[in-house]
Structure formats: structure tokens, C-alpha cells
């Protein structure tokens, strides 16, 4: 996968840019912004003789190799961003290889947890993963489940976390002989995807993140009560600037 960022500054803007925090993909010059006014994400909301007229929308593509667009990924405003990284694992699967991860076991079930980059800024998108192993003849249950059973999730119950999605595999529809229902349950070895939206503003340096995970795990003659097993994730955050700063 190769990146490259369009914005409306100079040359000589963005090569400074480059330059200062290291950047190794190509920052290209739309100096008069007819790139983002092609793609029709120009903001108009930025009157012309103000300093930033001709800045676009914030927005992400994912161009396959014929040039064909593959994805789109908008954000609200400029203080809320997806990073390369969550782009990168919720496309491809990709995974940081010093990204923090943890294993938590409990009964018949184990599960990592752990987040796809190890860095990140205030007010970008992380992806997170929570990969389940059960033992035969076990199983959890799916996000449809009715009550009284416990949906499996896995959520980020921190300040510092102001927008999370999860996401299962499908579950499949299962006769439960001894409960005389159909359930959706998942077994075996499977993994959830999530992303979470870090909040803008936050300081600079490293940060902890914490988190549960639920399930209710069950065989076929016996369910354990629901669970709530506690994780912390280490990230790291970058100080934010802007281009023309």
C-alpha cells in the first residue's frame, strides 16, 4: 500500500513540513486547489481572502491499482482524523508489530485484545481486535442474543475514548437441546474488529486506555454466569501540528 497526502499548501510549506517531524510519503501541492475542488470536498465555509480558503473537507481515499476509488473515509472536522494504521488493519488486517496487546482467560475462554498501531494523535481513529479462543464444545453468544443472555462485546469505558464501534463475525443459529432454543453463538477461534475515536484535545506522550470485555460462556448442558473481564492498552500520542504552523 502506497500514501500520499494532497493539501493546499506551497511546495516550500510542505517540504519544511517533511523535513521537521520526518515524513516519508509524498505531500503533493494543490496550491490552488483544483485537485480538492475536482473531488468537490472544497470547504466553502472559509470565505476567499481568509488564510485558509481553499482547504477540502477532511477526507481519506482508498484508490485501487486501476485508480478505481475503493473506499471513502469522512470525518466531522479537522480535530477528528482516521489514522493510516486503522485504515490499514480494517482493509488488510494489518497489525503494528509493537502495538499493545493482552490475554485474558476465563473458564473455557481466551481472548486478546489489543490495539493496531502503537501511536496515534488526539482525535484520530485506532483500530482495536479481540481474537476468542474456546475450548470444544463450548460457546458465546452473538450481539442478537435475547435477555437474560449476555451478549459478547468488547467496549472502551474510558474519558479519553469519545466514539467506539464493534464488530462480530456472523453468529450462527443454534438449537440448544437443554434451553429448548435457537440462539446465535459463536465457537471455536474467530475475531472481532472495532475502532475507537480518541478525543481532541489530549497532551502529547503515552496514555493507557481501558476497556472490557463481556461474554457469557456455555456448553451444551451448562451456561457460567455473564463475565466482565478489565484490560488496559498502552498508546502512545504524537503532538499535533498543522502544515503552515
Keep these: 500500500m502506497r500514501l500520499a497526502a494532497i493539501s493546499y499548501d506551497s511546495q516550500e510549506t510542505l517540504r519544511a513540513f517533511a523535513e521537521k517531524f520526518s515524513i516519508g510519503f509524498p505531500l503533493l501541492s494543490d496550491r490552488e486547489s483544483a485537485v480538492i475542488r475536482a473531488f468537490d470536498i472544497l470547504n466553502v465555509n472559509i470565505a476567499p481572502g481568509l488564510r485558509a480558503h481553499g482547504v477540502p473537507h477532511p477526507v ?23 489514522t493510516g494504521s486503522a485504515v490499514a488493519f480494517r482493509e488488510f488486517g494489518a497489525v503494528g508489530s509493537d502495538a499493545a496487546a493482552v490475554t485474558l482467560e476465563s473458564g473455557a475462554v481466551r481472548v486478546e485484545v489489543g490495539l493496531a498501531s502503537a501511536t496515534a494523535f488526539a482525535g484520530q481513529e485506532v483500530g482495536f481486535f479481540a481474537k476468542f479462543t474456546l475450548e470444544p464444545g463450548w460457546h458465546v453468544y452473538g450481539p442478537s442474543v435475547p435477555e437474560p443472555y449476555t451478549a459478547t462485546s468488547v467496549s472502551f469505558e474510558d474519558p479519553k475514548v469519545i466514539g467506539q464501534s464493534f464488530q462480530l463475525p456472523p453468529a450462527e443459529l443454534v438449537k440448544i437441546a437443554a434451553l429448548d432454543e435457537t440462539l446465535p453463538v459463536l465457537s471455536g477461534s474467530f475475531e472481532a474488529k472495532g475502532s475507537l475515536l ?3 484535545p489530549l497532551d502529547a506522550g503515552p496514555i493507557v486506555l481501558a476497556g472490557q470485555v463481556r461474554f457469557q460462556s456455555c456448553s451444551d448442558a451448562v451456561c457460567d454466569p455473564p463475565e466482565a473481564l478489565r484490560f488496559e492498552l498502552a498508546l502512545t500520542l504524537g503532538r499535533f501540528v498543522v502544515a503552515g504552523a
Excluded: A
Design 60 to 82: 481519506e481515499y482508498l484508490v485501487g491499482p486501476d485508480g478505481t476509488v475503493l473506499r471513502k473515509y469522512f470525518v466531522p472536522n479537522y480535530q477528528h482524523r482516521v
Design 198 to 200: 480518541l478525543k481532541f
